[in-house]
């Protein structure tokens, strides 16, 4: 089993960048496909990024292309979440979750969906202001 942790979130005006980091406990991180979600006040949660074992396959929404980067640092357990020029639609939860995966650069289709994940964290609370 792996434990997850997010934090970074908070209160940032429009235009503005924040960094979620997620991070997971145990010895085996590295055999974990990551991704990120939010979920909006009165809607449902919806896929973010997702980024395969070893960093070298990352998959985004299509709305949220070129405003935010997942990355992962496997040494130190953690998962990251880039999100710079914030929008006020960008108000949300958001969640890391995991899973074990047997592809170790690649992710497979299903990553981008909810059900995919085995482990998830608390989430932080992003809130942007206009």
């Known amino acids: 089993q792996v434990q997850l942790v997010e934090s970074g979130g908070g209160l940032v005006q429009a235009g503005g960048s924040l960094r979620l980091s997620c991070a997971a406990s145990g010895r085996t991180f590295s055999t974990y496909a990551m991704g990120w979600f939010r979920q909006a006040p009165g809607k449902e949660r919806e896929f973010v990024a997702a980024?395969?074992?070893?960093?070298?396959?990352?998959t985004y929404a299509d709305s949220l292309k070129g405003r935010f980067t997942i990355s992962r640092d496997n040494a130190k357990n953690t998962v990251y979440l880039q999100m710079n020029t914030l929008k006020p639609e960008d108000t949300a939860v958001y969640y890391c979750?995991?899973?074990?995966?047997?592809?170790?650069?690649?992710?497979?289709?299903?990553?981008?969906?909810?059900?995919?994940?085995?482990?998830w964290g608390q989430g932080t609370q992003v809130t942007v202001s206009s």
């Open positions: 979750a995991a899973r074990n995966s047997g592809l170790v650069a690649e992710l497979p289709v299903a990553a981008t969906r909810q059900v995919h994940y085995d482990y």
């Open positions: 980024i395969a074992r070893s960093g070298g396959s990352m």
